[in-house]
C-alpha cells in the first residue's frame, strides 16, 4: 500500500505519483500547515473552476479534460477519484449561477492567502515555486491522505 510518511524520500518509488508525493509532502509536515492545505487546496480548485467557466464554460471543461490527461499518466485510481472530485466543482460553479465570478475570485484570493500563511508556519516554500506540475500534486496530496485514513490502496 502506498503512504506518504513524514521520513519518505523522493526517489523511495519507482512510481512517477509516489515520488512526486513523497517530495510534496517534504514541505507539508506541519500538521496546521497539512489542515489548512486539506481545506484550502479543495477550495482552490473549485475557484479556479469558476473563474475559468466565467471566462468561458468550455475554458473550464478543457482545463479538467487536460487535468485528466495529466493525472492518467500518473495512476488510474487518482485519475477516477479527480474526475469526480472534479465533476462535483463543475456542479458548484453551475450552482454559483451569475455571482460565479464574484465568488471564486473571493475565494481563490482567500485560499491563496490561507496557504502561504500555512507556508509561512511550516517554514518551507510551496513545492509548485520548483516545479508547476506540483499544483497538480496537491489535490493528489489531499486525497492520498483520506486514502490513507480509509485504508485505501492507490
Do not use: C
Amino acid at each position: 500500500m502506498s503512504t506518504i510518511t513524514e521520513d519518505a524520500a523522493p526517489a523511495a518509488s519507482p512510481r512517477k505519483v509516489d515520488r512526486l508525493l513523497a517530495h510534496y509532502a517534504l514541505s507539508h509536515q506541519n500538521p496546521r500547515n497539512e489542515a489548512i492545505h486539506f481545506v484550502a487546496i479543495p477550495l482552490i480548485l473549485l475557484s479556479l473552476l469558476g473563474l475559468l467557466y466565467a471566462a468561458h464554460p468550455w475554458a473550464a471543461y478543457l482545463f479538467v479534460l487536460a487535468s485528466m490527461v495529466y493525472y492518467a499518466t500518473l495512476s488510474i485510481t487518482f485519475l477516477m477519484a479527480m474526475a469526480a472530485v472534479s465533476a462535483v466543482a463543475l456542479l458548484l460553479v453551475h450552482a454559483m449561477g451569475s455571482w460565479v465570478l464574484p465568488l471564486s475570485a473571493a475565494i481563490f484570493v482567500g485560499a491563496w492567502i490561507a496557504q502561504f500563511i500555512g507556508h509561512r508556519i511550516e517554514g518551507r516554500k510551496p513545492s509548485f515555486l520548483e516545479d508547476l506540475q506540483y499544483l497538480w500534486v496537491g489535490p493528489l496530496f489531499v486525497l492520498a491522505k483520506l486514502f490513507g485514513r480509509l485504508g485505501l490502496r492507490w
